[in-house]
């Protein structure tokens, strides 16, 4: 059964489309099968990894609402084991229709029931904020990996974060869990980047990847040309990074192991 992570951080800016995209992008360079759900209605996962999202008739919209199911909306990309289901401008439209629906929070893990057992990983990728469709994205989840930016205002909000999280797992998703944390955008000729990451222990003191993903102007031109950096441009840095952490986060399948 597909392990699914939503990728999660209530503020802007801080890598979450990049982590989604080139996470996705390395576990498929590592033989696994991905899918990327964009649940931002922004779209930026969806063209971020060559799709026009503007071309399509039906997207994560529709499949969470029920009115298609998800493997009909899913678009391949340019690496082979690599999916996403699209985000559209529809999407904008979702915190409303949820509203007044019954088990609203639960929609987006119904849409996925059916799909995945087709993946080794299912990455959601969620919008900056903690409405209804982020909520979807929580309690669709296994596991929450939350981006962290080096910057002096990236741990504002966090603790709010966190006690979201809590909540979902102690009244709607037992088994959810906090995967761990990734700095991004990290300079490690300034001493603020090493400041961010000490503070970031108080808050999760064993659950920091190793690697650290630098800032970047290859990671953020990519995007533009509709490439992961995988295919943009593998011998950066930030391609080294994300290609370290798909690793480490196939590492962790061990720890899910029940002990024989």
């Given at each position: 059964?597909?392990?699914?992570?939503?990728?999660?951080?209530?503020?802007?800016?801080?890598?979450?489309?990049?982590?989604?995209?080139?996470?996705?992008?390395?576990?498929?360079?590592?033989?696994?099968?991905?899918?990327?759900?964009?649940?931002?209605?922004?779209?930026?996962?969806?063209?971020?990894?060559?799709?026009?999202?503007?071309?399509?008739?039906?997207?994560?919209?529709?499949?969470?609402?029920?009115?298609?199911?998800?493997?009909?909306?899913?678009?391949?990309?340019?690496?082979?084991?690599?999916?996403?289901?699209?985000?559209?401008?529809?999407?904008?439209?979702?915190?409303?229709?949820?509203?007044?629906?019954?088990?609203?929070?639960?929609?987006?893990?119904?849409?996925?029931?059916e799909i995945r057992h087709d993946y080794d990983y299912?990455?959601?990728?969620?919008?900056?904020?903690?409405?209804?469709?982020?909520?979807?994205?929580?309690?669709?989840?296994?596991?929450?990996?939350?981006?962290?930016?080096?910057?002096?205002?990236?741990?504002?909000?966090?603790?709010?974060?966190?006690?979201?999280?809590?909540?979902v797992k102690a009244r709607i998703r037992p088994d959810?869990?906090?995967?761990?944390?990734?700095?991004?955008?990290?300079?490690?000729?300034?001493?603020?980047?090493?400041?961010?990451?000490?503070?970031?222990?108080?808050?999760?003191?064993?659950?920091?990847?190793?690697?650290?993903?630098?800032?970047?102007?290859?990671?953020?031109?990519?995007?533009?040309?509709?490439?992961?950096?995988?295919?943009?441009?593998?011998?950066?840095?930030?391609?080294?990074?994300?290609?370290?952490?798909?690793?480490?986060?196939?590492?962790?399948?061990?720890?899910?192991?029940?002990?024989?």
């Open positions: 059964m597909g392990r699914i992570i939503s990728v999660v951080n209530q503020k802007g800016g801080v890598g979450k489309t990049t982590t989604a995209i080139n996470l996705g992008a390395y576990l498929a360079e590592e033989g696994k099968f991905v899918l990327i759900v964009d649940l931002d209605p922004q779209a930026n996962a969806t063209s971020g990894i060559g799709v026009d999202f503007q071309a399509l008739e039906q997207g994560v919209y529709e499949a969470v609402l029920g009115q298609v199911r998800m493997k009909d909306i899913v678009q391949p990309t340019a690496h082979q084991t690599l999916r996403i289901a699209p985000a559209t401008p529809a999407l904008a439209g979702l915190n409303v229709e949820l509203v007044d629906m019954d088990r609203r929070e639960y929609k987006l893990h119904e849409s996925l029931l299912i990455l959601i990728d969620c919008p900056p904020t903690l409405g209804l469709i982020t909520l979807n994205g929580i309690v669709a989840a296994d596991e929450i990996l939350i981006p962290v930016q080096a910057e002096y205002y990236a741990l504002e909000g966090l603790g709010q974060l966190l006690e979201t999280v809590n909540l959810v869990d906090i995967l761990g944390a990734v700095l991004t955008m990290y300079d490690s000729r300034t001493k603020l980047s090493d400041d961010v990451l000490q503070e970031l222990y108080k808050y999760f003191p064993r659950n920091i990847f190793r690697s650290v993903i630098p800032r970047s102007v290859r990671l953020a031109e990519a995007p533009s040309f509709g490439r992961s950096i995988a295919m943009f441009d593998a011998s950066s840095k930030g391609a080294k990074a994300y290609e370290r952490l798909a690793r480490e986060i196939i590492e962790t399948e061990l720890e899910r192991m029940p002990a024989v």
